[in-house]
């Protein structure tokens, strides 16, 4: 039996995936190992320190349930899911720029008819929110759908009431002939994400605050196109240059205008955020691996490194 070495190591774990029948799973789960490992000596991690890690983990597992997903909101809040999001943004061609999904996501949001309140009997301050969807180029897609979902003004989200059951805040819009959606709701407030679990206990020890600025979501699906995740952010918030999660972008903030057409009896708010969205056509999921194969990102100088303890390992 050969006694192995720190970059041995690695060498023997990349082999044992030499016969993986799935090459996106050899692929993905080489590089996985390779910069774990590297994690590991960069870091000169103890076993202490690992089960410390194994044991947040299991933390965040138990935490998850149909109400509350702690995985994704981990994954958020390390910026995981905001470079997931740019880096298939970045092979998609031009269009509306991608934002998170989040964990409070729920399918199922009913069909409202346009122009629509999502809001129901919540209260808080009215607003209309419109705008067009097009192909990028100008031209209209009509029957475009857009599932819309937001916190309340009081910093929650529907499925994070006492009746998680019932729906609010959410809805399905259809763009007319024209392309264009209409539907009212609330002003959003920022609030912090949830940070009373082990998320809320590794943003304290890295220093920093749970707080997303004011938001509204949006997923927009169009026969043809690329779906798009998105949302749009309210300019002028606290938190629009620190958002927690990293999913604040310029190009998806927008301020408050006057409503032209406001009336008294607020069927028309005082307010709203006139927004269009772009998509972009579908891309095979192949094409885009190709892209990327012929668009190799530029090495850094650890990555050299890393390559070259590699390259010594296969002769220990």
């Not at 008819?113 to 097009?134: Q, R, S």
Request: proline share 7%.
């Amino acid at each position: 039996m050969k006694t192995l070495t720190e970059n041995g190591l690695t060498a023997a774990a990349l082999e044992r995936l030499a016969n993986a029948p799935d090459a996106r799973i050899r692929e993905i789960m080489t590089a996985l190992i390779r910069h774990l490992h590297d994690f590991v000596r960069e870091t000169a991690l103890t076993p202490a320190e690992w089960k410390s890690g194994i044991d947040f983990l299991t933390a965040v597992g138990h935490l998850t349930d149909e109400r509350r997903q702690e995985f994704v909101l981990l994954s958020d809040t390390l910026g995981v899911s905001a470079m997931v999001d740019l880096v298939r943004h970045r092979y998609l061609g031009r269009g509306t720029a991608s934002s998170l999904l989040g964990p409070f996501y729920r399918p199922g949001a009913p069909e409202l008819p346009y122009g629509a309140n999502i809001a129901g009997a919540t209260p808080g301050e009215p607003i209309k929110i419109c705008g067009w969807v097009t192909d990028g180029n100008g031209r209209a897609i009509a029957g475009a759908a857009l599932d819309i979902w937001q916190a309340a003004p009081n910093g929650k989200y529907d499925i994070q009431e006492d009746d998680s059951t019932k729906m609010n805040l959410r809805g399905t819009f259809r763009t007319d002939t024209g392309g264009r959606y209409e539907f009212r709701s609330v002003k959003p407030n920022s609030y912090p994400v949830p940070n009373d679990g082990p998320v809320g206990v590794l943003l304290r020890a890295q220093g920093r605050h749970p707080y997303r600025p004011a938001h509204i979501h949006f997923i927009i699906t169009a026969d043809g196109y690329e779906p798009l995740i998105t949302a749009v952010y309210i300019a002028g918030d606290s938190y629009i240059e620190s958002d927690a999660v990293f999913g604040a972008k310029p190009s998806l903030t927008i301020a408050y205008r006057k409503n032209d057409a406001a009336d008294e009896d607020a069927t028309e708010p005082a307010q709203m955020i006139e927004f269009d969205f772009a998509l972009v056509p579908a891309v095979p999921t192949l094409q885009v691996r190709s892209q990327r194969a012929t668009k190799p990102a530029r090495a850094t100088k650890r990555s050299r490194n890393s390559h070259r303890a590699r390259k010594t390992a296969q002769k220990d």
